[in-house]
């Protein structure tokens, strides 16, 4: 009896080994994909960084712009 016990706790421990393998291997590849899915953002949030800094330049110079045109009008108009 002892060595049917061991055997049925051998298949029964190897299929949760075989099954925790596969979820490991599972959260390995979706570790992977988050990582590849991060560089892609960080890509992008550098690309909108460096749009939003020329957005900004182009507002500053137009305000500087108005300001000037601005001052030229006569102050009764």
């Given at each position: 009896?002892t060595?049917?016990?061991?055997?049925?706790y051998?298949?029964?421990?190897?299929?949760?080994?075989i099954?925790?393998?596969?979820?490991?291997?599972?959260l390995?590849?979706?570790?992977q994909?988050?990582r590849g899915?991060?560089?892609?953002?960080?890509?992008?949030?550098?690309?909108?960084?460096?749009?939003?800094l020329?957005?900004?330049?182009?507002?500053?110079a137009?305000?500087?712009?108005?300001?000037?045109?601005?001052s030229?009008l006569?102050?009764?108009?």
């Amino acid at each position: 009896m002892t060595a049917l016990v061991f055997s049925i706790y051998s298949e029964t421990m190897e299929a949760e080994l075989i099954q925790l393998e596969e979820r490991i291997v599972a959260l390995a590849n979706l570790c992977q994909q988050i990582r590849g899915e991060n560089r892609d953002l960080l890509s992008q949030l550098q690309a909108e960084k460096e749009s939003n800094l020329v957005l900004q330049q182009k507002i500053t110079a137009a305000t500087d712009r108005l300001e000037q045109l601005l001052s030229r009008l006569p102050e009764d108009a």
